[in-house]
């Protein structure tokens, strides 16, 4: 194993960050420790920098794809050299929450199972993952396609429970690199569910068609007609969220169905409030749905739907880095000239 020291992007306070090193981690009994291979920059760090809610020292990442350089005792599941995709949370299976179905809400599922963070040349992963949530990567599976499958479990969790019909139309609005994995994973779970696209940016309306959408418009009135066009006039049966904020849930409540449901997944600016018709929801049977990251079992239907090829959201990575070069991964995310960016280890892991 290698003694080097473990760099890491360590949040510096406000947005700041910088590659500083640590001490790579020790592992103890049922841990295992990866070396980095990929891992991906989401929308919750993005929302973590820019409101500064990491505190100074922490190491955000944990869309992660590493290789095992070491078991702790009494792990036998794995070995060194395998390669693993895990998240970063994991419920206890046990408490309120998790019995009624809520395990994203559960306490021990805020416990961050990597250290110091996926952000890092080495992680540590914590028994309960390594026990519980970790896959081995198979052979003929790039980096690429299973360091999807934290953030499209998330994205699977709110399609379930949308409960689109096999049949349906679904509306994604925002076609950033979570709304076009949306799309992706729409397609892969229910291959006969029809997609309509919604955004702003004409490129990404074209990236969109380019990776199966039936349908791609702007929002307003395009978006009103393309949606009508492919429901005969009623409206989807689910329009999905990943811009945020009262105004594109409005937007949402217009395009979908009466009985339909919205599902809102994206932050909104903290306490905002909403304002929509009332009667959308009662007289009308809408339902508006929020959905917090992904359990266990949509981690497990994601990592099959990679595997087996169903789900391929690798045409979503546009830039990949090493974790030298995070600000400009942020800053080409911030920019919206990025939808996936991956970063790699560090210059000076590859260079020993
Ligand atoms: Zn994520
Ligand atoms: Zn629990």
């Known amino acids: 194993m290698t003694q080097h020291a473990n760099n890491v992007i360590a949040c510096r306070g406000g947005d700041a960050t910088a590659l500083e090193p640590r001490p790579v981690p020790e592992v103890g009994a049922g841990e295992m420790l990866l070396k980095l291979r990929v891992v991906g920059f989401c929308g919750t760090d993005l929302f973590k920098l820019d409101t500064g809610a990491a505190q100074p020292g922490t190491v955000l990442g944990h869309e992660l794809v590493g290789e095992v350089v070491a078991l702790g005792d009494g792990v036998t599941a794995f070995q060194t ?9 994991v ?43 970790a896959h081995r990567v198979p052979d003929g599976v790039s980096d690429e396609a299973a360091v999807f499958m934290e953030p499209a479990a998330c994205v699977l969790r709110g399609v379930e429970r949308a409960a689109v019909a096999a049949d349906g139309v679904a509306v994604v609005q925002g076609a950033g690199s979570m709304g076009l994995l949306h799309l992706l994973v729409l397609k892969a779970a229910l ?16 990236l969109a068609l380019k990776l199966g ?36 849930l409005k937007a949402a409540l217009g395009l979908t169905r009466q009985g339909g449901s919205v ?3 994206a932050h909104a600016p903290d306490g905002q409030t909403a304002d929509f018709d009332l009667n959308d929801l009662f007289k009308y049977e809408r339902r508006i749905l929020g959905t917090y990251s992904g359990a266990v079992h949509e981690q497990g239907r994601v ?13 979503l990575v546009t830039h990949k880095m090493p ?16 939808l996936k ?12």
């Open 81 to 89: 050299g395998d390669r693993i995709a895990v998240p970063h949370h």
């Open 91 to 133: 419920p206890c299976g046990t408490c309120l929450m998790c019995r009624r179905g809520n395990e994203t809400m559960c306490e021990t599922f805020r416990e961050n199972l990597m250290a110091p963070g996926g952000f890092a040349d080495t992680v540590l992963i914590k028994a309960r993952a390594t026990a519980q949530a």
């Open 191 to 206: 291959p006969g569910v029809r997609v309509a696209v919604v955004d702003p940016q004409a490129d990404r309306r074209d």
């Open 213 to 248: 959408a039936d349908a791609a418009a702007e929002p307003g009135a395009a978006a009103q007609a393309a949606v009508g066009n492919l429901t005969n006039g009623a409206g989807a049966d689910a329009v999905f969220d990943t811009v945020g904020g009262a105004g594109p």
């Open 263 to 265: 599902v809102l997944f």
């Open 303 to 315: 990592f099959d739907l990679i595997a087996s090829g169903a789900l391929d959201p690798t045409p």
């Open 323 to 338: 974790l030298d070069d995070f600000q400009t991964g942020l800053d080409l995310v911030r920019a919206r000239k990025a």
């Open 341 to 352: 960016v991956l970063f790699t280890p560090s210059r000076a892991a590859e260079g020993s």
